[in-house]
């Protein structure tokens, strides 16, 4: 009597993962999406960053003459064509935009180009049709928040959206925010030759990462490099030109080639309905739903960054399927404490599960205490074989049932480290249980293999 069994408004990686899920679970599915296949993450997110990232790494490598010496290698002028990067780029994500298109067609996914609209319980208007589902989800994403006072032109004053393009690299950018995404633009851009002015308006720069790992990674990926930081100060005016000027909260004013403004994301839950069902959005424009990703309304859902719970590819796919094990009665709940996060700097930063102040907050509020342990990469074998010892491995637990709280690696490959840790975390293993895991020597999973065994021998 329905249309369909499932229909999921956003096709991003969130609506993607719900999509394949449900037709596995033999659910009718159609996917609306409005713009690009793949949404923020494959288009203008995750997967550019990433090839950004792999080119920016590769010049940042072999223009450390010392290292590279050390390992008995020379290299003369180390070159670069920022229009091929920025062609590797482009050429993935067309690539991937395309496999996750084939692969929704070739499950059979009814794939419905247009924006998407509730229209009433279980139904779903798209351009001028009203269909009718059984169930809804709806994983309409995010975009780049952009303060007020800040003016975007898309050339000199822009947001990810358009810095993933690599259009030019500016001799000196600022970079408004400290977070993750600031952070990875500074990689790219210092590892091509630019200087950067980065500005957090708190206190204290990478204010999301546990506090060990923010001191350490402003060591090793601030300091040494072309950066100049402001923090505790406010870019109140931003107004694009050449140059284009950033008026400061503490009365200073810049004059750079280029500002990105990477300060967060807000969700898309504007024109969508809503009202039709008696939703709303909360204050911050997130649709709030439970660990179900049930909305409060009859089969109704929400994933993906629209809902804020967590703004990462993998959770938003992670709810997609916790929706349809929902929707096909097997009662599923998300673990965000299991849900590792990257940032993909050069070295990397991993983490899951709690920060050290929030554990420390939990710790006090439900009375019991916390441990720490802490590992270097210093002393593994592959760190130093590779000449690349800057990082750490902290590991915190806690004390009664020594089950974990938070991993947070900085160092050598930290975003494929930080796996074990999560599933660890997900089977609620103790630190004693981890300690008698073998790990292959020598590898810089020893790291954690280290951090357990110090935290067993320690009590
Ligand atoms: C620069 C950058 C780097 C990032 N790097 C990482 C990373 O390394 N790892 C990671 O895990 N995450 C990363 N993220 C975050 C990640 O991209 C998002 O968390 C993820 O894309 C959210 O998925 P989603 O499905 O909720 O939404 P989106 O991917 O935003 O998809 C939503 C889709 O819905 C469509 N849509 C919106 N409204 C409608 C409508 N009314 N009708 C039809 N369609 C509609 C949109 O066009 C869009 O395609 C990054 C983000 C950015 C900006």
């Known amino acids: 009597m329905f249309d ?72 003369g002028e180390v070159n670069f064509d920022r229009e091929q990067i920025a062609r590797h780029a482009a050429t993935t994500v067309a690539k991937l935009r395309d496999d996750l298109s084939h692969s929704l067609q070739r499950l059979g996914v009814d794939v419905i180009q247009g924006r998407g609209k ?8 798209v351009n001028d049709r009203v269909y009718s589902a059984k169930d809804v989800i709806i994983a309409t994403g995010s975009k780049p928040f952009v303060p007020p006072g800040i003016t975007l032109d898309g050339k000199t004053v822009f947001t990810s959206d358009e810095g993933i393009r690599l259009d030019w690299l500016p001799q000196w950018i600022a970079i408004i925010g400290s977070g993750y995404i600031g952070l990875e633009f500074s990689d790219i851009y210092t590892a091509l030759g630019c200087e950067i002015t980065m500005i957090e308006a708190l206190d204290q720069l990478m204010p999301g990462f546990d506090p060990d790992i923010a001191k350490l990674a402003e060591r090793v990926l601030i300091k040494p490099r072309d950066i100049e930081t402001y923090r505790g100060v406010l870019a109140k005016k931003v107004t694009p030109g050449s140059p284009v000027t950033i008026e400061l909260g503490n009365g200073e004013v810049l004059e750079v080639d280029a500002c990105l403004v990477a300060t967060g994301r807000v969700p898309l839950s504007q024109d969508l309905g809503l009202e039709t069902v008696g939703l709303s959005p909360n204050k911050r424009g997130f649709i709030e739903v439970d660990d179900r990703m049930a909305t409060g309304v009859d089969h109704l859902w929400a994933i993906g ?25 097997r009662n599923r709940s998300v673990d965000y404490l299991s849900i590792p996060a990257a940032a993909f700097t050069h070295p990397e930063i991993g983490f899951v599960g709690l920060t050290e102040p929030q554990a420390q907050e939990k710790a006090q509020a439900e009375g019991f205490t916390i441990g720490v342990g802490r590992s270097y990469f ?48 997900a089977s609620r293993a103790t630190v004693d249980q981890l300690a008698f895991c073998v790990h292959a020597h020598p590898t810089l999973s020893e790291v954690l293999d280290e951090a357990y065994k110090s935290i067993m021998r320690a009590n």
């Not at 509730?118 to 208007?125: F, L, R």
């Not at 709280?405 to 900085?410: A, D, K, P, T, Y």
């Open 118 to 125: 509730i229209a009433g319980v279980q139904k779903v208007q």
């Open 378 to 425: 210093k002393g593994n074998s592959k760190a130093i074989a590779e000449g690349e010892t800057d990082g750490l491995a902290k590991i915190i637990y806690r004390q009664d049932d020594r089950t974990l709280l938070g991993v947070h690696i900085f160092g050598l490959h930290a975003s494929d480290l930080i796996q074990e840790a999560a599933q660890a975390i």
């Open 305 to 329: 960054d629209v809902t804020g719970k967590m703004m990462l590819a993998h959770a938003a796919a992670a709810q997609g399927v916790t929706v349809v094990e929902n929707i096909c009665g």
């Open 4 to 75: 369909y069994d499932l229909m999921i408004i956003g096709a991003g990686v969130g609506g993607h993962g719900a999509a394949l899920h449900g037709v596995a679970q033999g659910l009718k599915t159609a996917i609306v999406e409005a713009s690009d296949m793949g949404g923020t993450c494959v288009n203008r997110g995750c997967i550019p960053s990433k090839a950004l990232l792999a080119a920016a790494g590769r010049v940042r490598e072999l223009k450390a003459k010392s290292h590279l010496q050390a390992l008995g290698i020379t290299v």
